[in-house]
């Protein structure tokens, strides 16, 4: 079993930056992909970004390519996801998940096994 918390979300103005991390317990993160998605109010979860954890291999969705960043931190069995030039269409609960079977990373929710509880992030325009 992996547990995963996420933390760094709030409040910020359009133009700002967050730093959102993804931190897992239990067992490590050694031989799983990582995901970012994202939910707002009535919409369809999307995907935001994923991370190969053996290499840096990752990719992310239309809407945040290069804008934000996934890395990760094997010693502290931690990702994370740098957001710059925040928009308010980015407010959105954003989740962490880690995916066994995926190892190179995926974009969809169904491929993914475990999920964090979700961070909240409000960008005010």
């Known amino acids: 079993q992996v547990q995963l918390v996420e933390s760094g979300g709030g409040l910020v103005q359009a133009g700002g930056s967050l730093r959102l991390s993804c931190t897992a317990s239990?067992?490590?993160?050694?031989?799983?992909?990582v995901g970012w998605f994202r939910q707002a109010p009535g919409k369809e979860r999307e995907f935001v970004a994923t991370?190969?954890?053996?290499?840096?291999?990752?990719f992310y969705g239309d809407s945040v390519k290069g804008r934000f960043t996934i890395s990760r931190d094997y010693a502290k069995n931690t990702v994370y996801l740098q957001m710059n030039s925040l928009k308010p269409e980015d407010t959105a609960v954003y989740y962490c998940?880690?995916?066994?079977?995926?190892?190179?990373?995926?974009?969809?929710?169904?491929?993914?096994?475990?999920w964090g509880q979700g961070t909240q992030v409000t960008v005010s325009s």
């Open positions: 239990g067992r490590t993160f050694s031989t799983y992909s």
């Open positions: 991370i190969r954890w053996l290499g840096s291999y990752s």
């Open positions: 998940a880690a995916s066994v079977s995926r190892v190179g990373g995926s974009s969809r929710p169904g491929d993914y096994d475990y």
